[in-house]
């Protein structure tokens, strides 16, 4: 027993190594600061991917271009990466050096909070969902949308007044790019011939020069289509952009079509249904309503500058018993069924709510390793200066 | 003996800011001075208000003419009161060769220029500043910057001047009391105009020139000088001059206090002295009966801005600065008690004029990028002084007094700006918060600054004092490495306090966000510094440069991630400051450099793990 542990103890001894933990710092550190400084030409999403939720990453220093030549690049570990070896150090460190003694109880749990902090931090990476509510007053909602997502919808009419959608969001398009989507409920499949996550779209009579957008059917005729670096500023949207083959089921060609986030709804007749089709940013729906009963927007006496905004909500969830006001504002939302509603904008005159709306399963981890950090901290810290202060007052 | 000395000349020095400012026979404008006002959603009194513009337009807070001097309020009075002669005086502060070309004047002209040569260019100044509004912020050039500046301040100028009555007005009080008179009996008349009968063409152009006057007013003025009459505190009551004016057209009957805005004004421009100081004194008297609590506040932040307690601080750190540098120099211990002295009494008005800023604003120290000068400064200097109250070595005092002194320099760069008890934004009203995350991460920076110029004091002390390095200097790494842990802890939970405020708030605990990033920053080179110490790595050198170094990353995290212009935290914007903080950070390096190759490694000891 005693053995293995000395031979456990002596082969983790070089993962363990405090050398590596000032290294792994380091690199954090430059990395963090490459990811602030690009945030100016990628934009926060941008550089959230790039650098921290990333394994590796290639940071272009500023400033060290020669003409046209950028030669500053320099490769970097990402988030994820130093993030996994520091969890590992750590990790050796306590089974290879330390030992479970009253006075490293400080040092224990600032490191047990560090690591529940790295893994909160990747699980609200991998979990967290964002998307925004917009209600106008008096209006009700059941959903919210991304910000980022877009998703391409066929949505037709059955008995009247109802809808039936169904919605084939980015990612599949993007991963299905030249092959062929069925569902159940479409009477046609989908060939994907071309995904552009971001595209610039211009009428053909303006751009006379560039290439038709290849579709056959549709708006998409009159109009070119060019790829588009995704944006990634908080302020812009990709314009998601697909060209389609509608195929019906004896393999009989229904047209290309050029569907984007910048197009209109366009519609088509199919087998005695008309579709309405168009690209849309995501819908995520929840299991109750919310109705926007008012909103204010109070600036400071004389002025423009804002004081507070607020919203007063009905939440409405019949199965759950729950119909009541709630007001949001800032720096109080509403949490309700694993979601939380932040006040974030306002539009059209102060007559329609902008409502942040968040999914974060592991909110609550930051908090946990938050304190276990902060305590181990005050113990460690008030240790060394109780010994110093014992140490002055002898002679 | 020396502690006596210190007290004596402290207290003198600090109470010659309660003498009233020299009158040299002119009208007493101080009275004036603490009547309230309301100025984008804060109650002020009107010398504030004048410091402030006096500052924003001139770039000082009083005006030195050819052949006078005034204060802020003076000018301001004249501003309001007597425009045709404030338009020839030269306020308007022009630094920009290209700017002053555009006007057909060189720098050879001079920097200032008056309201009345620029009114005939307004129209050139505001096609240039909207142009120059076009361009993103941070891609405007100097000039581009310099138009919008000079916009604002023409703009701000021409408020000021509608604020009591329109520009140029005579006989103010008759005017007014003139169109109470003809109000009932014009309207009379316009009604019969209206109804297409036979009416009195004098009255109804008179009644409406004299209205109109007032809408003007009230649509230009800058400030909103009318309280409401309860006693209350709810802002939506308060009135411009104008339309104060308007409300008193139902009954016929002008309110007092219109009564004796008006008739200052009559009073100043007749230049009769004690008419002038009788009317302020009434128009006081009326004010302490009817608003006391407005007027406490508004009274006692005029006299803060007269006492000037941090410039005042100033002074102090640097006589504490001198006094320690005396001591080590000529080693006789009565300077570094003298020192001591110093610093304790600075403190003591830095922490007064802390808790004065704290009650007028109602809120926790820290609300703006130039309330967090003055407390980090505070923080780090209180640190100092706890660390030679332990050591006695004088060490303390030199960093302690170092930082105060740059810090409110600091600051008082940042005042230039404008008012600096301004209203928060909606996104950081939350007194919770500015007291939890905006104090514990500002004491962060504190202790990180007060580390950096420790070890900047041992690096020089080492190189030019002899006795520094017999004594003291063996205690420098346990003070440098305890102010780390100190910094480790308040930077680690201000960063996590800042997570929660945002997890609260707009729902993500943490968004790497530049503010974000740059606190993390100094959380890890804190730890940095702590686990290459406790595995050896590095030793007493290291310890110190690491220390420096240290000023660099929490420099950037306080004003460099604001620089940016990207996220949610950037709210303190300012971009002049882009160079200093460069200057700063190659200064820093440059005595990293000269530490790597004066300091001795010592070599008796090799430090372990302590931790």
């Known amino acids: ?395 | 003996m020396i502690r006596i000395a210190i007290a004596i000349a402290c207290l003198l020095y600090l109470s010659s800011g309660f003498l009233p400012e020299p009158s040299n026979g002119q009208l007493n404008s101080q009275a004036m001075g603490s009547f309230p006002v309301l100025v984008n959603g804060r109650i002020k009194p009107l010398d504030t208000v004048a410091r402030n513009s006096l500052q924003i337009i001139s770039g000082k807070q009083s005006f030195q003419g050819a052949d006078s001097k005034l204060s802020a309020m003076q000018w301001l009075l004249e501003v309001l009161y007597d425009c045709s002669s404030a338009d020839k005086r030269k306020v308007f502060r022009i630094d920009n060769p290209d700017l002053l070309a555009l006007f057909g004047k060189s720098r050879d002209d001079g920097k200032f220029y008056s309201f009345a040569f620029l009114e005939t260019f307004q129209e050139t100044i505001k096609h240039q500043a909207s142009m120059a509004g076009s361009i993103e912020a941070r891609l405007r050039s100097s000039f581009q910057k310099q138009a919008i500046g000079l916009q604002q301040k023409v703009s701000l100028y021409s408020r000021l001047r509608f604020s009591l009555q329109i520009p140029g007005a005579t006989n103010v009080l008759q005017t007014l009391e003139r169109f109470m008179e003809i109000i009932d009996p014009g309207l009379t008349q316009s009604n019969l105009k209206a109804e297409g009968k036979e009416y009195n063409v004098e009255l109804v152009d008179e009644l409406r020139e004299l209205s109109t006057a007032q809408f003007t007013q009230a649509h230009n003025a800058y400030f909103l000088p009318i309280l409401p009459d309860k006693s209350g505190d709810d802002k939506e009551e308060w009135k411009k001059f104008g339309q104060a004016v308007m409300q008193c057209a139902d009954s016929g009957e002008l309110s007092s206090m219109i009564k004796s805005y008006a008739s200052l004004g009559d009073a100043f421009r007749a230049g009769t002295v004690d008419t002038f100081g009788d009317l302020a004194n009434t128009h006081l008297e009326h004010l302490q009966n009817h608003h006391p609590g407005t007027l406490s506040r508004t009274s006692k932040e005029s006299l803060f801005n007269q006492l000037k307690p941090f410039s005042r601080c100033i002074v102090l750190y640097i006589a504490a600065f001198l006094s320690i540098c005396t001591f080590w120099l000529l080693g006789r211990t009565t300077f570094r008690d003298a020192a001591f002295s110093i610093l304790i009494w600075s403190i003591a008005v830095h922490a007064g004029a802390l808790a004065t800023r704290m009650w007028l604003e109602n809120r926790p120290p820290v609300t703006n990028l130039y309330s967090s000068a003055v407390f980090v400064g505070f923080g780090a200097v209180v640190l100092g002084a706890i660390l030679e109250k332990f050591y006695r070595n004088g060490v303390g005092t030199v960093a302690a007094s170092l930082i105060g002194f740059l810090t409110l320099l600091i600051a008082h760069a940042l005042s230039l700006n404008g008012d600096t008890l301004e209203m928060m934004r909606a996104v950081l009203d939350s007194n919770f918060w500015l007291a939890t995350h905006v104090v514990v991460i500002s004491l962060g920076y504190a202790a990180t600054f007060l580390a950096g110029a420790l070890a900047i004091a041992h690096i020089i002390l080492s190189l030019i004092s002899k006795k520094y390095i017999k004594e003291p200097g063996k205690n420098i790494t346990g003070m440098v490495y305890a102010i780390i842990c100190f910094a480790t802890l308040f930077s680690f939970v201000g960063t996590i306090l800042g997570g929660i405020w945002a997890d609260q708030s707009w729902g993500r605990f943490w968004g790497w966000d530049p503010k974000e990033n740059g606190a993390l920053l100094i959380v890890l080179w804190n730890a940095v510094i702590l686990h290459a110490r406790w595995g050896g790595i590095i030793h007493q050198r290291g310890l110190m440069l690491a220390a420096v170094f240290g000023n660099i990353v929490t420099s950037w995290s306080w004003f460099g991630t604001n620089m940016l212009g990207v996220g949610l935290h950037s709210y303190g914007f300012t971009t002049a400051a882009f160079r200093w903080l460069l200057i700063f950070a190659v200064s820093q390096l440059i005595i990293m450099i000269i530490g790597g190759f004066c300091l001795k490694q010592p070599s008796h000891k090799v430090a372990g793990r302590s931790g």
């Open chain 1, 1 to 395: 027993m005693n053995k293995l542990s000395v031979i456990l103890r002596g082969s983790l001894r070089p993962l363990a190594s405090l050398r590596l933990t000032v290294l792994c710092l380091l690199v954090g550190m430059l990395l963090i600061f490459a990811g602030t400084l690009d945030q100016v030409h990628i934009g926060i999403h941008g550089a959230q991917e790039k650098y921290f939720r990333s394994f590796t990453t290639l940071w272009k220093i500023p400033g060290l271009a020669f003409g046209n030549f950028h030669f500053g690049y320099l490769p970097l570990p990402g988030g994820y990466l130093i993030g996994s070896i520091l969890l590992i150090n750590l990790l050796a460190a306590h089974i290879a050096r330390f030992r479970l003694l009253w006075r490293q109880i400080g040092i224990l749990l600032i490191h047990i909070g560090i690591m529940l902090l790295l893994i909160g931090e990747l699980l609200t990476g991998l979990l967290a969902e964002e998307s925004v509510m917009n209600l106008d007053e008096g209006e009700r909602s059941s959903y919210s949308e991304s910000n980022r997502k877009t998703e391409l919808v066929f949505i037709r009419e059955i008995d009247g007044n109802k809808e039936q959608v169904v919605a084939i969001p980015e990612k599949m398009l993007e991963n299905s790019e030249g092959e062929t989507l069925h569902h159940p409920l479409l009477p046609f499949s989908l060939h994907i011939e071309k995904f552009m996550a971001n595209a610039e779209l211009k009428l053909r009579t303006e751009n006379a020069s560039a290439l038709p957008s290849g579709a056959t059917t549709g708006i998409g005729v009159q109009v070119t289509a060019s790829r588009k670096a995704r944006s990634g500023k908080p302020d812009e949207q990709d314009s998601t952009t697909a060209l389609v083959e509608l195929r019906a089921e004896d393999d009989g060609k229904l047209g290309k079509w050029l569907f984007s986030k910048n197009l209109r709804v366009q519609s088509f007749k199919y087998g005695g249904n008309t579709f309405f089709m168009s690209v849309r940013r995501q819908r995520s729906y929840k299991p109750f309503t919310l109705e926007l009963v008012d909103f204010t927007h109070d600036r400071y006496a004389g002025t423009n500058i804002p004081k507070n905004f607020s919203s007063k909500l009905r939440l409405i969830h019949p199965a759950a018993g729950v119909n009541r006001e709630v007001l949001v504002f800032m720096n109080n939302p509403l949490r309700y069924g694993g979601y939380t509603f932040y006040q974030q904008g306002f539009d059209n005159n102060d007559t329609t709510s902008i409502l942040q709306v968040v999914r974060n399963p592991a909110w609550i981890m930051p908090y946990a390793s938050c304190t276990m950090v902060g305590v181990g901290l005050i113990i460690q810290f008030g240790m060394h200066l109780v010994r110093f202060s014992r140490r002055r007052r002898k002679p």
